[in-house]
């Protein structure tokens, strides 16, 4: 099992950035997928972005272009860069780590951050 704590989360106008951290309480290159996922009002939780042990990354279509995830790996920290945010980007975000496959079901979750953009 994986601890996590993310951080970061706020409110920002369209337009804006934001960074979330996620601090994982083992050495990330043993985990063999991290990524970040969220769940908006009503809705079901996401992909937003996921990274391999590898460094493989993958985006949901609605952030390719203006969100980045990446990771310093001497921190065991992955974080998400959000830019060119949009109201429809406003959710909770959540971190997840899959220590062994791809499937964030069988995962560890943190407790969320709450993004909010405004128009």
């Known amino acids: 099992q994986v601890q996590l704590v993310e951080s970061g989360g706020g409110l920002v106008q369209a337009g804006g950035s934001l960074r979330l951290s996620c601090a994982a309480s083992?050495?990330?290159?043993?985990?063999?997928?991290m990524g970040w996922y969220r769940q908006g009002p009503g809705n079901q939780r996401d992909l937003v972005a996921t990274i391999t042990r590898g460094g493989t990354t993958n985006y949901a279509d609605s952030v390719n272009g203006r969100f980045n995830i990446s990771r310093d790996i001497a921190k065991n920290t992955v974080y998400l860069q959000m830019n060119s945010l949009k109201p429809e980007d406003t959710a909770v975000y959540y971190c997840?780590?899959?220590?062994?496959?791809?499937?964030?079901?069988?995962?560890?979750w943190g407790q969320g951050t709450q993004v909010t953009v405004s128009s």
């Open positions: 997840n780590a899959v220590v062994y496959g791809l499937n964030p079901n069988f995962g560890s």
């Open positions: 083992k050495n990330i290159l043993s985990i063999n997928s």
